[in-house]
């Protein structure tokens, strides 16, 4: 079982819908959680990280994160064409080590 | 402020050979990461350097290694190169380590080619 999974998709969304994103991790230590979005042939760019349990709110993004059943989510309000790309998420299993381990990514396609 | 640079850009070796890529972190920054990114394995963490230390270590045979010079700019080494290595090469910048991801800038990565 692989650490950090997702489903690699393609995911297609129509424009102004919701897109979610899903990922789910195996260490129960898992202390930090981060999504990024990666444009095709560029470097990933964090958007998102979250900490605690609950819902965490940006613009158009809404990160979830429920440590009991070992998931994270992210919502995309509004989808916009611009939004197409691969979403990864990050997971830093305990503190003092930073090292981020990341899912293989889900592609998303909005369409117009 | 000028952001992380890479060089080469892309790179094309053959198989047995090796390959050096560098790392240019962002001004100020003393932390460095690297990161290889293939389709099949996704984005795996190969090595974190500060003060010219290798703080932190992936899951990578020692074929792969790295460095850190005193102005922070780091270097990896691939030796006997592999088809498998083919992949991009990320570096990622931060002022120090343990600052989490939201401090923390990707450079637009090295592409390696191995024929």
């Known amino acids: 079982q692989k650490e950090v999974e997702q489903n690699s998709g393609p995911l297609s969304v129509p424009e102004g819908a919701i897109a979610s994103l899903n990922c789910t991790y195996s260490?129960?230590?898992?202390?930090?959680f981060f999504w990024y979005r990666q444009y095709s042939g560029k470097s990933p760019e964090l958007i998102m990280s979250?900490?605690?349990?609950g819902d965490k709110e940006d613009g158009r993004f809404t990160a979830q994160l429920n440590k009991a059943s070992q998931y994270v989510s992210l919502l995309i309000r509004d989808s916009q064409p611009s939004d197409s790309a691969t979403y990864l998420c990050?997971?830093?299993?305990?503190?003092?080590?930073?090292?981020?381990?990341f899912g293989t990514g889900t592609r998303l396609t909005i369409i117009p | 402020k000028a952001g992380v640079t890479q060089t080469p850009r892309y790179l094309i070796k053959t198989r047995g050979q090796q390959v050096t890529l560098s790392c240019s972190p962002i001004?100020?920054?003393?932390?460095v990461s690297w990161y290889q990114q293939t389709p099949g394995q996704g984005l795996q963490f190969l090595f974190e350097?500060?003060?010219?230390?290798?703080?932190n270590k992936g899951n990578f045979p020692g074929r792969f290694s790295g460095r850190q010079f005193s102005n922070s700019r780091s270097e990896m080494n691939v030796s006997t190169l592999e088809l498998g290595d083919s992949a991009l090469y990320l570096c990622?910048?931060?002022?120090?380590?343990?600052?989490?991801?939201?401090?923390?800038?990707f450079g637009p990565g090295t592409r390696l080619t191995v024929l």
């Open positions: 990622a910048s931060s002022k120090e380590p343990g600052q989490g991801p939201d401090t923390q800038y």
């Open positions: 260490d129960r230590v898992s202390q930090s």
């Open positions: 979250i900490y605690s349990n």
């Open positions: 990050a997971v830093i299993s305990s503190f003092g080590n930073e090292k981020l381990t």
């Open positions: 001004s100020g920054h003393r932390s």
């Open positions: 350097y500060f003060s010219e230390t290798q703080r």
